[in-house]
């Protein structure tokens, strides 16, 4: 069992930035993949951005060249970095820890943390 908590949601004005967090419960280095979602109400969560364990990164065309996904393994952690927010922006934002197990692809969620970009 993965637990992850996310943190550095907030309210921030069109243009600024943001830099969310995720701490997992155990050591991410055996976690395959690592991801950030996105949900609005009423509407699909969203895939924003993944990082392998090997430090591949890859992003939703959405958020391409204002996101930044990083890991760091010493502290089980990975981040969202935003820049350039945008009104549209507005959601919250899960954590998702993605591990092979037994063949199988199991995923872990945290409770997500809410991102407002307004004026």
């Known amino acids: 069992q993965v637990q992850l908590v996310e943190s550095g949601g907030g309210l921030v004005q069109p243009g600024g930035s943001l830099r969310l967090s995720c701490t997992a419960s155990?050591?991410?280095?055996?976690?395959?993949?690592m991801g950030w979602y996105r949900q609005v109400p009423g509407k699909q969560r969203e895939l924003i951005a993944t990082?392998?364990?090997?430090?591949?990164?890859n992003y939703a065309d959405s958020v391409k060249g204002r996101f930044t996904i990083s890991r760091e393994n010493a502290k089980n952690t990975v981040y969202l970095q935003m820049s350039s927010l945008e009104p549209e922006d507005t959601a919250v934002y899960y954590c998702?820890?993605?591990?092979?197990?037994?063949?199988?692809?199991?995923?872990?969620w945290g409770k997500g943390t809410l991102v407002t970009v307004s004026s």
């Open positions: 998702n820890a993605r591990r092979l197990v037994a063949f199988t692809w199991v995923d872990y």
């Open positions: 155990t050591s991410i280095v055996s976690i395959n993949t």
């Open positions: 990082i392998t364990s090997g430090g591949i990164a």
